[in-house]
């Protein structure tokens, strides 16, 4: 029988930001393609949760803080050839720019843009991706929509969105492809420690034709562009957003 083309079978894959959200849930779509998860997080406690949900074996949970100098070293020590890399890990800070402080926003841009760049640049250095592999970052539909107060983050977002399609350039000759994700609003757990009611919550969710998404719609979109069935996909960003900036 032939194999699908969506499989992650024999297929090992780094994901970041695995503690919570859509990390936890396309490390759970990863495994439940068939392949090998390495989890990286801050939460000891939370990416044990992560790890416990996953189907199959061989899996394998990394602690690092990617912002820490030494945290991104010893997790590139210590990864075998990668098939795929899924960056999720990020942050997000709602303050309009005039209230903007220098710190907050080297805190954003740190943890959502060079974060990433410097932890790929490592692992492109280690030689740590197999030709053919596919790296996909996570962004955001924010930078599209000039949203008031998401000054720090929408810039980082859009950072890490650029960095996709110039890295996808790069690489390109050893096949290795670079996407992005674009995801709007997605039912995470953050938005319950978010200082908005559930009746604004409900409102906006009525500007969406297809409503909020689920992790499982972003962490879907993920398999495809890590799985063969993309294969000729690379320099791209997948707009993930029910519809909303289609109104």
């Excluded at 394998?60 to 990617?66: F, Y």
């Excluded at 402080?101 to 060079?114: K, M, S």
């Excluded at 810039?155 to 890490?160: G, I, P, R, T, V």
Aim: net charge neutral; charged share 20%.
């Amino acid at each position: 029988m032939m194999q699908s083309p969506f499989s992650l079978t024999d297929k090992t894959i780094l994901v970041t930001g695995a503690s919570s959200g859509l990390g936890r849930q396309t490390c759970i779509a990863i495994s439940e393609m068939g392949g090998k998860v390495i989890a990286t997080g801050r939460n000891p406690e939370r990416l044990e949760e992560t790890m416990s949900m996953l189907t199959g074996e061989g899996h394998i949970a990394h602690l690092a803080d990617l912002v820490n100098f030494e945290d991104r070293k010893q997790l590139v020590q210590s990864l075998p050839k990668l098939n795929g890399f899924v960056h999720s890990a990020g942050i997000s800070r709602i303050i309009p720019l005039k209230y903007l402080t220098d710190d907050l926003l080297d805190e954003v841009h740190t943890t959502n843009f060079e974060a990433p760049a410097k932890l790929t640049r490592d692992m492109v250095k280690a030689r740590v991706f197999m030709p053919s592999s596919s790296i996909v970052y996570v962004g955001s539909i924010a930078p599209m929509l000039g949203i008031p107060g998401q000054c720090a983050y929408s810039s980082s977002k859009a950072a890490l969105m650029a960095l996709a399609r110039v890295f996808a350039m790069e690489v390109v000759s050893q096949k290795i492809r670079v996407n992005s994700v674009a995801p709007a609003m997605v039912k995470t757990p953050i938005m319950e420690g978010a200082a908005v009611s559930k009746e604004q919550y409900d409102l906006d969710e009525k500007s969406y034709p297809l409503g909020y998404g689920e992790p499982e719609d972003v962490a879907n979109a993920i398999v495809f562009l890590l799985s063969s069935a993309s294969k000729w996909i690379t320099g791209t960003t997948m707009i993930l957003d029910g519809g909303l900036i289609c109104k």
